[in-house]
């Protein structure tokens, strides 16, 4: 089945749009990480279903933010980790290869692959794929796509709703590049701040083997209470992006 708008856009609206603030969330109090735990310890060595409770569980456990001393977050990242390299039916596409020490992923549909700097994550959720760091604070989202225009106008309209002193780039202050050999365009650059902190958005069009979304999104605001002196390994993951293989 082909992805609907609607739905590639209630993944960004999950995922780009709101990760970043989950931590100052109100369910994140001490009652819900404990139900949460629970709920992933019950769950983590069950059937499909069960397991996909428990990764949920220990993300929202996680998106809450934890000390380097917490022993449950840190089980529950590492597990993660395990849990998202087994192929399931949502992730057929994205994989890693297990022999591979650069932690490689392909979008096939896409012709697209990276490398994941450590520390980093991806998944997929439908037809969207998600690489994050920090916490939700750097996102780079892939949306392949043939609908590419209405994916655009779909992610512009959403930032529009949820930004405050929203200001957009001029469309001649616009670039066109490639990115490792891959055509990409910049179609709108934007930024302003979410529920109090500073946030960036850009949007590439990647013309690889199908027309390729990527949204790119940074918290600089809150990124720079934890350094000032590092891309958090932006940089060799933006120069890892290519055409497969």
């Known amino acids: 089945m082909k992805p609907t708008i609607n739905s590639i856009l209630l993944v960004l609206m999950l995922s780009a749009f709101a990760r970043p603030v989950l931590a100052q969330s109100a369910q994140c109090n001490d009652t819900n990480k404990g139900v949460w735990y629970q709920t992933f310890l019950s769950n983590r060595n069950g059937g499909t279903e069960q397991q996909k409770t428990a990764a949920e569980a220990a993300q929202k456990y996680l998106d809450c933010g934890?000390?380097?001393?917490?022993?449950?977050?840190?089980?529950?990242?590492?597990?993660?980790?395990?849990?998202?390299?087994?192929?399931?039916?949502?992730s057929t596409t994205v994989t890693r290869p297990a022999s591979s020490p650069q932690r490689t992923f392909r979008i096939e549909e896409a012709g697209i692959q990276f490398s994941l700097p450590v520390g980093w994550d991806a998944t997929r959720i439908k037809h969207v794929v998600i690489v994050s760091a920090q916490k939700g604070l750097i996102?780079?989202?892939?949306?392949?796509?043939?609908?590419?225009?209405?994916?655009?106008?779909?992610?512009?309209?959403?930032?529009?709703?949820?930004?405050?002193?929203?200001?957009?780039?001029?469309?001649?202050?616009?670039?066109?590049?490639?990115?490792?050999?891959?055509?990409?365009?910049?179609?709108?650059?934007?930024?302003?701040?979410?529920?109090?902190?500073s946030i960036t958005y850009t949007v590439w069009l990647l013309e690889a083997n199908k027309p390729t979304v990527l949204l790119v999104s940074f918290s600089h605001s809150a990124l720079a209470t934890i350094s000032r002196s590092s891309d958090f390994g932006t940089a060799a993951f933006s120069g890892s992006i290519r055409r497969t293989n």
Request: hydrophobic share 35%; charged share 25%.
């Open 66 to 90: 934890y000390d380097p001393g917490d022993q449950p977050a840190q089980y529950m990242k590492n597990w993660l980790r395990g849990y998202r390299r087994v192929p399931s039916a949502q």
């Open 139 to 197: 996102q780079y989202i892939f949306v392949p796509s043939d609908q590419y225009e209405e994916v655009i106008a779909g992610m512009k309209k959403r930032i529009s709703e949820l930004i405050s002193d929203l200001k957009i780039d001029p469309a001649e202050a616009l670039r066109h590049k490639e990115m490792n050999g891959i055509p990409a365009t910049e179609k709108f650059a934007a930024s302003g701040k979410l529920q109090g902190l």
